[in-house]
C-alpha cells in the first residue's frame, strides 16, 4: 500500500535485491533502513521490558511457513518469526534489552473489537489473553498490533476478485473481462469511512471498546492510556501494497497477477493506500489528543515497495499458496516480516531507549534467558568477533561446511574471476537470513534447477543491518554436489 509521497525509506526494499553485489553496498542500504529515524546513541532500557504482540493475521505470522498447520480450524496461525516476537527478539539478541513477559495473542482473522471484545471462533477478547502474562499494574512497556483489514472485508474482496476464473470463462474471455471485482472504489471508501468512525463493515454494531463506542483513533488513544505503561509506547503497523503498479508488469503475464486483473489490481491498490493513509491519520489524531507522540505508525507500504507481487524481484509476500495453507494467500512471508520486525524494533528502540526509562512494570517473578552481544555497528565488522548460536561459535577464519541452496530469484552476480550467490545454509546459526557465498569459478555450472550444494570454505566476515538483519559472508574452496 503505497503512501503518495517518497520518503527516504522507500528505498528500503532494496536491501535484499542487493544482496547479490557486494556487501558493503548491502550495509549501507541497510543503514539507510534507520537512517534519520532513529537515535544511534539510543539507551538500554534499565530493567525488563513487558510487550504484547497482538493484531490479526498479518502481525500472528499468516503467511510465514509451517504456520496453520495444526489442523485446529480455529488456530490463529501464529510464528516466533511474525513481526512482533521477532522484533522483540532482535532487541534482546543484538541490543541487550530484556525482554519479558511477552504475550503474543495476535489471531489471524481478528478484527478490531476483539482487542477488547471476545472474537469470532470462540477466542477470548487478546487483552483478556495478554492479562494471563502481563506485569503487575497489567499495562505493558510495549504494544504491537495491526487491526483494519478484516474489518473492511479484505479478505472477502479478494475471493470476490478472483470469483470468475472459477465461472467456465474461456481464456479469451478471462483476459477481455477486465474487471471481476463485486465492489467499486465507492464502496471501498465506505468501508474505510466506517473503520475511521468506528463502524466495522464485518461486524456490524460493534463497538471497539468495551461496550464503548470509540472512533479508530480513539481506540488507539483507550490502548495507550489504558494499557500501555507511563514510559511505553504503541506500535501500529500498517499494511503493505499487495500488488506492483500493474504498468510495471512484465508482459508475459497478460492482464493478471495470481488471478487478480489489472484493473482489480489497481481497485485493490487505491484502497489499500487509502486504508493505510486512514491508520497514519488516526495515528496522528491519537498523538494529538495524548499531547504526546506515544503512537508510532510503521508503514508497511514503504517498507516492502519494489518488493510486492508480480514485482520482478524477491517478493515480501506469498501470491496464491495451495502446496501448504491457502489462507497463506496474499500475507507476508518469512522475509517481509523479518524487514518489518526491524523497522519495529527500531520504532521501539527510538521511544525507549531515547527516554532512558526504567520500565515502570515489575520484572517477572523468573526473566527469560537473555544473550548480550556488543552493540553492532552499521558497517561490516572486520574484527574476529564470535557469533554464537547457542551452541557454537562461529568466528571470522572458521572453516564453514554446510549444504546449501541458491536462495532464487535473487541470481548468482559474475565478476572476472568468481561467482557470488546468495544462499539458505543449513549450518549458519538462524540469525542470518542468508549466506553470502564467492567461489573463485566464474564457470560454475549452478542453475535455478539445481538443488542442494555442498559449500566448503572459510568464513570471512559479516554484514548486517543496524536493527538486525545479518548476511553470513563465505570465501568458497569448492562448491559440490
Not at 470476490?160 to 481464456?171: F, N, R, T, V
Not at 468495551?210 to 500501555?228: D, I, K, M
Not at 487509502?274 to 506515544?294: F, I, K, P, Q
Not at 571470522?396 to 545454509?425: E, H, K, L, N, Q
Request: negative net charge; glycine residues 12%; aromatic residues 8%.
Amino acid at each position: 500500500m503505497r503512501p503518495s509521497g517518497t520518503g527516504g525509506g522507500r528505498r528500503v526494499g532494496a536491501l535484499l535485491h542487493e544482496l547479490g553485489a557486494p556487501v558493503l553496498a548491502l550495509v549501507t542500504i541497510a543503514a539507510g533502513l534507520v537512517a534519520g529515524a532513529h537515535a544511534a546513541s539510543a539507551e538500554v532500557p534499565d530493567g525488563p521490558v513487558s510487550w504484547l504482540a497482538a493484531g490479526d493475521s498479518y502481525s500472528s505470522g499468516e503467511g510465514i511457513r509451517g504456520t496453520g498447520m495444526d489442523g485446529d480450524p480455529r488456530t490463529c496461525a501464529r510464528s516466533d518469526l511474525a513481526y512482533g516476537p521477532k522484533a522483540a527478539g532482535i532487541l534482546t539478541s543484538q541490543r541487550g534489552w530484556v525482554i519479558g513477559p511477552l504475550s503474543f495473542p495476535a489471531c489471524s482473522g481478528a478484527t478490531l473489537d476483539e482487542f477488547y471484545n471476545p472474537g469470532a471462533g470462540q477466542h477470548e477478547a487478546q487483552w483478556q489473553q495478554a492479562l494471563a502474562a502481563a506485569p503487575r499494574g497489567g499495562r505493558f512497556d510495549v504494544v504491537t498490533l495491526s487491526f483494519g483489514g478484516n474489518d473492511v472485508g479484505f479478505a472477502d474482496l479478494l475471493t470476490g476478485c478472483m470469483a470468475s476464473w472459477g465461472k467456465g470463462l474461456s481464456w479469451t474471455g478471462m483476459v477481455a473481462r477486465g474487471r471481476s471485482c463485486d465492489v467499486d472504489s465507492a464502496d471501498l471508501e465506505a468501508r474505510i469511512d466506517g473503520l475511521v468512525a468506528g463502524r466495522s463493515t464485518v461486524h456490524p454494531g460493534v463497538t471497539y471498546g468495551e461496550g464503548t463506542h470509540l472512533t479508530l483513533a480513539g481506540f488507539y488513544e483507550q490502548v495507550v492510556r489504558e494499557n500501555v505503561s507511563a514510559d511505553g509506547v504503541l506500535v501500529v503497523v500498517g499494511y503493505p501494497q499487495l500488488f506492483a503498479d500493474t504498468g510495471d508488469w512484465g508482459d508475459w503475464r497478460g492482464r493478471s497477477c495470481h488471478l487478480i486483473d489489472r484493473g482489480d489490481a489497481d481497485l485493490l491498490n487505491a484502497a489499500g493506500d487509502r486504508l493505510d493513509e486512514a491508520l497514519r491519520t488516526a495515528v496522528a489524531d491519537a498523538n494529538a489528543a495524548l499531547g504526546d507522540d506515544r503512537v508510532r505508525f510503521v508503514d508497511r507500504g514503504d517498507l516492502f515497495a519494489g518488493h510486492e507481487l508480480c514485482s520482478g524481484s524477491i517478493e515480501y509476500l506469498n501470491g496464491i499458496t495451495v502446496t501448504e495453507r491457502l489462507m497463506h494467500s496474499f500475507h507476508p512471508n518469512d522475509i517481509g516480516h523479518q524487514i518489518t520486525a526491524e523497522q519495529v524494533a527500531g520504532e521501539v528502540e527510538a521511544h525507549l531507549g531515547s527516554v532512558a526509562a526504567s520500565p515502570t512494570t515489575a520484572p517477572p517473578t523468573t526473566a527469560p534467558p537473555t544473550t548480550t552481544v556488543p552493540t553492532p555497528s552499521a558497517a561490516p565488522r572486520t574484527s574476529a568477533t564470535p557469533i554464537d548460536d547457542g551452541t557454537s561459535d562461529f568466528s571470522i577464519g572458521d572453516r564453514f561446511v554446510s549444504a546449501c541452496v541458491v536462495a532464487w530469484p535473487t541470481a548468482p552476480t559474475y565478476t572476472s574471476d568468481s561467482i557470488i550467490m546468495t544462499m539458505d545454509c543449513r549450518a549458519a546459526p538462524e540469525q542470518f537470513t542468508f549466506t553470502q557465498v564467492t567461489l573463485g569459478d566464474p564457470e560454475l555450472p549452478i542453475t535455478p534447477g539445481t538443488g542442494v550444494v555442498q559449500v566448503d570454505g572459510v568464513i570471512v566476515d559479516y554484514a548486517q543491518s543496524t536493527y538486525g538483519f545479518r548476511t553470513l559472508v563465505v570465501e568458497a574452496d569448492s562448491v559440490t554436489w
